[in-house]
């Protein structure tokens, strides 16, 4: 089983649209957890920490289910500027905070 | 600005050609990282550096070497480059929080062809 995944889309939604992505990881041992976006040949950027409570950021809300070893990010109003690939990122416990990266999962907001 | 700079942002190599990737970060962050990006693969951690003086191992470290040559630099050196690490390769540090809340910054990448 792969250290975390995700459906790699591609998503394509119109704009104003509310839209899901969802992420499952292998070790219950890890402790934190992240939503990264990635631009086209560009670096991940820090979108979000995903907190055991559930998290807001404006239009963005992040979950966290320990229990089943699944993570969600959920944005409302789409933006064309949200047009991105969005990384599910898993600490990798005992390695000096080092991250797993999902594949990503793309998304593509349409006019 | 503060953040990581990656030196250089392009490069072609022939095969069997070494090279190094430079690094550094101006954040007084402890922790550093050498990632790999490839189309379909995500990002694979090929070694990182927990501290000042100590390097580690992670996912791909098969053809590379590095040196946490300081606090602020982290260099990746591939001996002798093979086709099959043709790639976007990322550099990245991030503080080891307390709580473990912290993300990473990443450089812009270097974008390496091995023919």
């Known amino acids: 089983r792969k250290e975390v995944e995700q459906d790699p889309g591609p998503f394509n939604v119109p704009e104003g649209a509310t839209v899901a992505f969802n992420c499952t990881y292998s070790?219950?041992?890890?402790?934190?957890f992240f939503w990264y976006r990635q631009d086209c040949r560009k670096e991940p950027k820090l979108l979000m920490s995903?907190?055991?409570s559930g998290n807001e950021d404006g239009r963005f809300t992040a979950q966290l289910n320990r229990a089943s070893q699944y993570i969600s990010l959920l944005i409302r109003d789409s933006k064309l500027s949200d047009s991105a690939t969005y990384l599910c990122?898993?600490?990798?416990?005992?390695?000096?905070?080092?991250?797993?990266f999902g594949k990503g999962t793309s998304l593509l907001v349409t006019p | 600005n503060a953040g990581v700079t990656q030196t250089p942002k392009f490069q072609v190599l022939k095969t069997g050609q070494s090279m190094t990737l430079q690094c550094a970060q101006d954040?007084?962050?402890?922790?550093m990282y050498w990632y790999r990006q490839d189309p379909g693969m995500g990002l694979r951690l090929i070694y990182y550096?927990?501290?000042?003086?100590?390097?580690d191992k992670g996912e791909v470290p098969n053809g590379y070497n590095v040196s946490r040559l300081n606090k602020r630099e982290f260099s990746l050196r591939l001996e002798s480059a093979a086709p099959s690490q043709t790639s976007v390769y990322f550099c990245?540090?991030?503080?080891?929080?307390?709580?473990?809340?912290?993300?990473?910054?990443f450089g812009s990448g270097t974008r390496l062809t091995v023919v």
């Open positions: 070790n219950s041992a890890s402790q934190s």
């Open positions: 990122v898993v600490n990798r416990p005992n390695s000096g905070y080092a991250l797993n």
């Open positions: 990245a540090s991030s503080e080891v929080p307390r709580g473990q809340r912290g993300g990473y910054t």
């Open positions: 550096s927990a501290s000042e003086g100590t390097t």
């Open positions: 995903v907190y055991s």
């Open positions: 954040m007084n962050h402890n922790s």
